[in-house]
Each structure stands twice: as structure tokens, then as C-alpha cells.
């Protein structure tokens, strides 16, 4: 009797566990070879053993039984997050490459670098305080003059001016490396503008989106307490109890002007720009819509050659007239102190270890790298004995033998090593020697294996309350892409990492996180003068964009040529005169489909909805801080590619954005709290959506208006609903007028759009103290007036003018009121309303 065969069982899949030993014996067998460190392999054999494979294990549990999938969650949510940064040169802004595996460190060997970024530190305050002050280490022949002076980032002016509250360094950062040995050294020194602790919290953040429970199991210490130590330290040296601090930020084009925005939402900082700022009497203001408002301390990310034009650089069109004067007088404590900068240069970094001796009273504890300043006859020498066994990088910032930075001496032959030595010979002070550094490697995901690449380690210290240093518990990795583990090949890397320092002990988040201290406070802050113009504008350009797009959607529907032709060259008047299709006008006349997929997709058109959801991106930007993500998500979300003339794709195409821009109203109906921002914004939508309801009425409800045109004109204000509803015999063009001019409760009518203006004006502030209404306040009570004494059966083509007009009118009024820029909030006794 014959039996029936048995189908073979599927092999079981590996568990988490399992999967996570079988990568980490391949990865230890790859990284072992070559004379490199490994941050993985070297636990092996060790507790912290334990911590890779926990972590291993989760994440792939986490990723659906793949690393792969953890490292795309992990991406979505540094981009849901909006970490961001741009390459110099560029105008777009690029995902910040996030590795879905943090780097982990012991708490042990962390408390080693902590104290040798603490040290590294006081050391450069000391040095500072010296090359600005009595020139001691000059006189007693330790520091050459050329070391520092020769820097470009040394300021004479700033000679004997003492920073205010006595620091001049507030926040540190280095660059460190783990050699083959496992000893961290400082690869470079960053006190000018150190960038990268937004970086930092937003890896963290993203990370701990996806594997926040692992983490805590893994008792990662938090970063928090760090930035809320860092703000109190620079409030504890401002003269006044509650001092308001700004972030001064170069503008939204800089590299790095997403984590400038992050970290000022964060750490509860205004977000300005030189031109917000003013000084009045040796006070520095920032200009808001209340006035100037006192500001007692700047967080700078400007270089100080741009901080003042009347100090440094006298062509800086982004820095502050007469900030010295005010850090002078004592009045405005700025974080990192101008001309710190002198101490980042790679001159420098030779005499370090002795200056450590003489500042700080003992060796470093983090050594540098060795280094040879050819500023020195006998170092010199040794550097071109010694060339292909060494680094040659510029001194200070550029030198001409090197335009591309500092080179492999090795990698050096023929011409341009002759070159080099001819430089060297000519100009030996502009050119340090310095060894080849070898990285360790730690663990990237890269297919859904993890292979081992060379990283550096940026970590960040900054004075608490009481003066002292405290360190960042992490920071960030930025990773090499290759395996060449020499630190000079690995430039800026092309990914990087979270840093996680493990805790021997359960971190409490009630203790790390929550503060106490914290009183309780209604008011919603004040609102910069550019804060409220992005705003006011934000609202005017999504507005005019979904009003573009209704008339989009109307011609669509009328060039099958089923309407009335009187109705159908008004919409192609209403496309070309709006701008939205201006330009394509020329070419192609009245062409109803033309004119519509111009208007919606022709980024040369400014008014075009492609055009204006671009400005509205762009003037965004510039109050990214005040945004929340879903928002932001929205305005920099791509738009598809140019639809084809198939008036159905176009149709779908536009029914898309149309979502959109609902969306954008729905997030600041429900999300946005009602602070005079929102009432910035919201004036921004009711002044433009009043004008286009008077501009469109004029167009189509004339005295002479046919069934479709009324039925356009219904459509393209939102309105079909309501008139059908409560005119059911018809349509009326008195009815019809009624309903859109002068019905309050029409959200979409002329007179609800007046109503919330004078509503919104009650209540900004007013800097008369007369009692006085201010020109704003005055053209809404014309409009006011002008509603409630008018009638629809006479509401013609000069009544609809006068109020699109003085719609325009008020926006000028409001702009000049209430969005100050330069010398304009200086002037006159009414904007100095000093706080």
C-alpha cells in the first residue's frame, strides 16, 4: 500500500537573538582584520559585550526581523522629525543622514573623555583670557605672537574688552578619535560657533521614536539636562532675574539653519536675525510688534567678522550696529564671546600640552594630536624629513599650497610636491605637520549586514548655573563611508550616528527629565516684527494659492466648451490678470485648458499655485521655529512633476493640492495656539481672501450676470451649499450678492472677512498712548462702516473696487505698523516702547 509523502517542515527563522549572534560573528571577522579598533569587537569578552547584542537583538526585532527595516524607520522619523541640513552652495535642503544603530558607550571609559572635555574646556577659557588680556604666556616666551596673531580669527579690537558676566567661552566642543589602542585623542577644537548640538537631540530624538523602550532598557543616559544647563548657565551671568535670550542665526540659507531653528524651539530661544535686532543707548532690542524689547543674551551661530559693522567688517549686511557698544557696557552677554575663534587653529594644537602645564596645572587628559608648527626653523625641518609619514594642513583656515585642505604627504609627487616644499620654504608659518591618525570602526547597517567603518566623535560641554563645565552624556558620530580608517581621508562623513552612554545604574527620567523650578506662565511671549511678516504673508500666499486653485478647477471644467463663452473668457481674464498664467497668456490667448495648466503647474508663473506654494515654502523658512512639523511637512513636501494636458490628469492633479491646502487650514484652525501669531497669519488670509471675494464678485455677479457666471462665482467662493440651502427656487443675483458680500455668517463672505480683521486688530497691541487708534484700526472701521451701510442690490463694480482697494490698503497700514525693519523701528517717539 503506498503511503503519501510528507512535505519537508520550513526551517524555523532565527529568533532576534540568534540572528543577532550570527551578525556579529560574521562583523567580528571582518573587522578584526587590518591594525584598527572596533567599538563592537572590542567588548567582546567583556560586559559591554552584553550591550551590543541587546542591541543588535532589539533593533532587529524592531525592524521586522531585519536591521534593513529598522534603518528605514529609523530614517522616517528623522525626516517626520524635519532634521535637515544643506551643502554649501545650495538652496535646497538634504535629509540628515541618520544610522539606525547608535554608537555605544560604557559610562566608564565616558567619564575618561568627560573629564578631558571638561579640562579641554577651562584650558581654552584660560588661554583666551591671556591672548586678550596680559600676554603673559608672550612675555614668558611660551606662545609665539605669530600663533595667534597670525590667525585670521583674531581680533586686536577685542583686546582688553572683558566678555560680559567674565566668560568668554559658554559652550565647547571637540573633535575626538579612538585609535587602534583604544585612547581618544582631540582631533580639533570648536568655540567660534560650535554646531552640532541640535544635531545631537534630534538623532536622539529620532531614535528613541522607534527604539525608545530599548534604549531605556539599555539605561542610555538622557541629553536634555545638558541644554537646560547650558541656557541656565548663560541666564545666571545676564544682570536681570529673567533675562530674555536669543538664538542670532546668519539667516534660513545657512548650512545649518534647521538645527539653529530646532534648538531655539527647544531650549525656549528667539530665533533672530541681525535685522530684528537693534541697539538703543548701549542696550540691545529686538523689534516686535509691541516695540523694541530688551534682549541680555545672544546664543551667536553669525562668525564674528559679520557681528558688527561698525567693530569688524564694515561690509556685513547681517550683523548688528553697534553690538560692541552694548557688550561693552556689560548690557548683553554673547555666547561664545567675539574672537574666540583664535584658538581653533591647528598652530595652536602644538604647544597645547604645555599650556595645559602652565593653565591648567597638569597633562591633558585627552591628548592631541602630534603636531608641528613649521612657524619653527627646527620643526619645520623635521616636517619635510618626515613628509610622507605625515598630514600637511594649513595653520590657520587657508593656505595657498593647499586649496583643498589639508593633504597626505605621502599622497604627494612631482609638481605638487615640489610645490608644497617650495610653500613650506617660503611661508613655513602658514603649515603645520601633523601625524596620521588611525580610527577605529564601529557597526553600520549597510544591506542588512553590519560592516565596520571609521567614525569621529563630537562632543559638547557647556557652564551650568554655577560656572561649571558640564558635559553632553553623547553626541554625535559623523561616519566614513569606506574603510580607509585614516582620519585625513574621511573628511565630513557621510552619515551619522547617535551616541549613547550607557549607564552602570537605571537612569530615573523623573530626576534626568522634569524640573521643578519651572513657574507658571500665561502669556504667550513676545512676537519678532519678521516673525509676524513671514506669518502675515504665509497666510496670504496659501490663500491666493487655493483661490488660484479654484479657478483652476472652474476653467477645467468649463474649456470642454459646455459653458457659457461670456463666463469663460472672465475665468481666462481672472487667470491672466492674477499673474497665475500671464506669461503663457501671450502664446496661447484665451485657451482656456493652456491658461488653467499654466496656472497650476508653470513654476515661471509667480502666481501660479506651483509658484506660490514655493513662496510659501520659502517665507516659511524663515519662521521654521514657530512651525510645528506636521506644518512644515506640509509646506516641504515635493510637488508632483507637470501634469500632461489631459484635462482629466489635471483635474486629479489639482483635486490633490486641493487636499493639501484643506489641510493647511485644518492645522491652523485646531493646532495653533491663539497667540498674536496665529492672528498674523489668520489677517494674512482674511485681508486676501476679503480682496479676492471683492475682486471676483466685481467679475462675475455684475448687473448684467448670467445663470453660469453666478454659479462660477458660487463655486469659486465655497459657497453652492449655503445659497442652495436657503434659495432653493434659484439663483438670484441680489441673492446671490447677499450671501457673499454681506452675510456676517458666511465664513466666506466680505463682511465675515471684515468682522475677524477688526477682531484680530482689538486685540495687538498699540504703542499710542492717546488713546488714539492707530492707521490699521482706522481702515477697519471704514470697512466696518462701509459693510453695515451697504446694500446688495447696489453693490456694483465701484463699490467691489473701493473695498479691494482698501483691503490692499490695510495690509500696506498693517506692514508698516506692526513689521519693523531697520532704521523704521528707531524712528519716532511711538515704536520706543523699551521692556
Request: proline content about 6%; some cysteine; glycine content about 10%.
Amino acid at each position: 500500500m503506498a503511503t503519501a509523502s510528507r512535505k519537508p517542515a520550513s526551517p524555523r527563522p532565527p529568533s532576534p537573538r540568534e540572528a543577532a549572534e550570527r551578525l556579529m560573528a560574521r562583523y567580528v571577522d571582518a573587522s578584526g582584520a587590518g591594525d584598527r579598533g572596533d567599538m563592537l569587537r572590542d567588548t567582546i569578552g567583556t560586559p559591554a559585550e552584553a550591550l551590543w547584542r541587546s542591541l543588535l537583538a532589539g533593533g532587529i526585532s524592531l525592524g521586522g526581523g531585519s536591521l534593513a527595516g529598522l534603518q528605514a524607520r529609523v530614517a522616517t522619523q528623522a525626516h517626520e522629525i524635519g532634521t535637515a541640513f544643506r551643502l554649501a552652495g545650495e538652496t535646497t535642503e538634504r535629509d540628515w543622514p541618520l544610522s539606525a544603530l547608535p554608537l555605544l558607550i560604557a559610562e566608564r571609559e565616558w567619564r575618561q573623555i568627560e573629564a578631558g572635555i571638561a579640562q579641554r574646556a577651562e584650558l581654552h577659557e584660560r588661554l583666551l583670557a591671556d591672548i586678550y588680556g596680559p600676554h603673559a604666556l608672550l612675555e614668558e616666551g611660551m606662545l609665539p605672537a605669530a600663533v595667534f596673531a597670525g590667525s585670521p580669527n583674531f581680533w586686536r579690537g577685542m583686546t582688553n574688552v572683558p566678555p560680559p558676566g567674565g566668560r568668554y567661552l559658554h559652550i565647547y566642543a571637540a573633535d575626538i578619535g579612538r585609535g587602534p589602542d583604544g585612547e581618544w585623542r582631540v582631533l580639533g577644537d570648536h568655540v567660534r560657533m560650535p554646531t552640532g548640538a541640535g544635531y545631537a537631540l534630534e538623532n536622539r530624538q529620532a531614535q528613541s521614536r522607534v527604539m525608545g523602550d530599548l534604549l531605556n532598557r539599555l539605561n542610555v543616559q538622557r541629553l536634555s539636562p545638558f541644554f537646560s544647563a547650558f541656557r541656565d548657565g548663560i541666564a545666571a551671568v545676564c544682570r536681570r532675574s529673567d533675562p530674555r535670550i536669543g538664538l542670532l542665526t546668519p539667516g534660513r540659507y545657512n548650512q545649518s539653519y534647521a538645527e539653529q531653528a530646532h534648538l531655539a524651539r527647544t531650549m525656549g530661544m528667539l530665533l533672530v536675525e541681525g535685522e530684528d535686532l537693534a541697539v538703543v543707548e548701549d542696550k540691545l532690542f529686538v523689534r516686535t510688534i509691541e516695540g523694541l524689547k530688551r534682549v541680555d543674551a545672544l546664543w551667536r551661530r553669525l562668525d564674528t567678522r559679520w557681528l558688527d559693522p561698525l567693530a569688524f567688517d564694515s561690509s556685513s549686511g547681517i550683523g548688528v550696529p553697534g553690538m560692541m557698544d552694548a557688550m561693552a557696557a556689560g548690557d548683553c552677554v554673547v555666547a561664545n564671546h567675539p574672537g574666540v575663534g583664535v584658538v581653533e587653529s591647528r598652530a595652536l594644537a602644538a604647544f597645547m600640552p604645555a599650556l595645559a602645564r602652565r593653565l591648567v596645572h597638569t597633562g591633558l587628559l585627552l591628548p592631541n594630536i602630534a603636531t608641528w608648527w613649521c612657524g619653527q626653523p627646527t620643526e619645520c625641518a623635521e616636517v619635510e624629513d618626515m613628509l610622507d609619514r605625515l598630514i600637511v594642513a594649513p595653520a590657520f583656515g587657508d593656505a595657498q599650497a593647499l586649496p583643498a585642505g589639508p593633504v597626505l604627504g605621502a599622497g604627494l609627487a612631482g609638481p605638487a610636491r615640489q610645490r608644497l616644499l617650495d610653500e613650506l620654504r617660503r611661508r613655513p608659518q602658514d603649515y603645520v605637520g601633523q601625524e596620521v591618525v588611525r580610527l577605529s570602526t564601529m557597526p553600520v547597517i549597510r544591506d542588512g549586514e553590519i560592516v565596520p567603518r571609521p567614525f569621529v566623535l563630537r562632543v559638547f560641554a557647556a557652564r551650568d548655573a554655577d560656572g561649571r563645565w558640564v558635559t553632553m552624556p553623547g553626541g554625535f558620530a559623523r561616519i566614513g563611508d569606506d574603510e580607509d580608517v585614516r582620519a585625513a581621508t574621511m573628511g565630513e562623513g557621510t552619515f551619522s550616528a547617535d551616541v549613547c552612554v550607557v549607564a552602570e545604574k537605571p537612569v530615573d527620567i523623573r530626576i534626568t527629565e522634569l524640573r521643578s523650578d519651572v513657574r507658571i506662565r500665561r502669556n504667550p511671549g513676545i512676537l519678532q516684527s519678521r516673525a509676524a511678516d513671514n506669518l502675515f504673508w504665509l497666510g496670504r500666499y496659501l490663500e491666493r494659492g487655493e483661490t488660484t486653485l479654484r479657478l483652476v478647477r472652474a476653467a477645467l471644467g468649463n474649456a470642454s466648451g459646455a459653458g457659457d463663452d461670456a463666463t469663460a473668457g472672465r475665468l481666462a481674464e481672472q487667470l491672466v490678470s492674477s499673474g497665475a498664467a500671464a506669461r503663457r497668456a501671450k502664446s496661447v490667448g484665451k485657451d482656456l485648458a493652456a491658461l488653467a495648466r499654466a496656472a497650476l503647474d508653470d513654476a515661471q508663473e509667480p502666481a501660479s499655485v506651483r509658484g506660490l506654494l514655493g513662496a510659501a515654502r520659502s517665507i516659511g523658512e524663515g519662521v521654521r521655529e514657530r512651525l510645528s512639523a506636521d506644518v512644515w511637512r506640509l509646506l516641504d513636501a515635493p510637488l508632483p512633476p507637470p501634469s500632461s494636458s489631459d484635462p482629466a490628469a489635471l483635474l486629479a492633479q489639482a483635486a490633490m493640492l486641493g487636499e493639501r491646502f484643506a489641510a493647511f487650514v485644518g492645522l491652523a484652525a485646531e493646532n495653533m495656539t491663539r497667540t498674536s501669531a496665529w492672528r498674523f497669519h489668520d489677517l494674512g488670509r482674511r485681508i486676501e481672501r476679503g480682496a479676492t471675494v471683492a475682486r471676483l464678485v466685481r467679475a462675475f455677479a455684475p448687473d448684467d450676470a448670467g445663470t453660469d457666471d453666478l454659479t462660477i462665482l458660487l463655486d469659486l467662493l465655497d459657497s453652492q451649499i449655503s445659497y442652495r440651502a436657503r434659495y432653493p427656487e434659484g439663483v438670484s443675483l441680489i441673492a446671490a450678492r447677499d450671501l457673499l458680500l454681506l452675510d456676517p455668517w458666511n465664513p466666506r463672505s466680505l463682511a465675515y472677512q471684515v468682522d475677524r480683521i477688526d477682531w484680530h486688530l482689538k486685540a495687538l497691541p498699540s504703542l499710542r498712548d492717546d488713546g488714539m487708534p492707530e492707521e490699521p484700526a482706522e481702515l477697519a472701521t471704514w470697512l466696518m462702516a462701509a459693510i453695515a451701510t451697504s446694500h446688495a442690490e447696489s453693490f456694483g463694480a465701484d463699490a467691489a473696487t473701493r473695498f479691494e482697494n482698501q483691503f490692499y490698503a490695510l495690509a500696506d497700514a498693517i506692514g508698516t505698523r506692526y513689521f519693523l525693519q531697520g532704521a523704521q523701528a528707531l524712528r519716532g517717539t511711538n515704536t520706543m516702547r523699551l521692556a
